[in-house]
């Protein structure tokens, strides 16, 4: 049985056009209500408590970096 070496070559015509002025991909929105969280519970966490790692992204709205949590010891026996 012979085997024959097939090709496709496939051409595209693309056209592309940036305008001068674009849209953003999300609106951001100013009003504080529009969210709503529970006020009880707290979701900061302290800044030294995060060990930053390598830079894994980019974006509009910054940097995101692979990173460590450093969860406090406890020293009494319970979570």
Same mark, same amino acid.
């Given at each position: *049985?012979?085997?024959? @070496? &097939? ?7 693309? $056209? &592309?056009?940036?305008?001068? /002025?674009?849209?953003? !991909?999300? /609106? ?6 529009? !969210?709503? *969280?529970? $006020?009880? %519970?707290?979701? @900061?966490?302290?800044?030294? %408590?995060? /060990?930053? =790692?390598?830079?894994? =992204? /980019? =974006?509009?709205? =910054?940097?995101?970096?692979?990173? &460590?949590? *450093?969860?406090?010891?406890? &020293?009494?026996? %319970?979570?």
């Amino acid at each position: *049985m012979k085997y024959q @070496e &097939v090709r496709c070559l496939t051409s595209f015509n693309i $056209s &592309v056009s940036f305008p001068a /002025e674009t849209d953003d !991909y999300a /609106e951001i929105i100013d009003e504080e209500d529009t !969210y709503t *969280m529970p $006020s009880t %519970r707290d979701y @900061e966490i302290q800044r030294e %408590r995060i /060990e930053l =790692g390598r830079c894994i =992204g /980019e =974006g509009q709205f =910054g940097d995101v970096h692979q990173g &460590v949590y *450093m969860s406090p010891v406890c &020293v009494c026996g %319970r979570y």
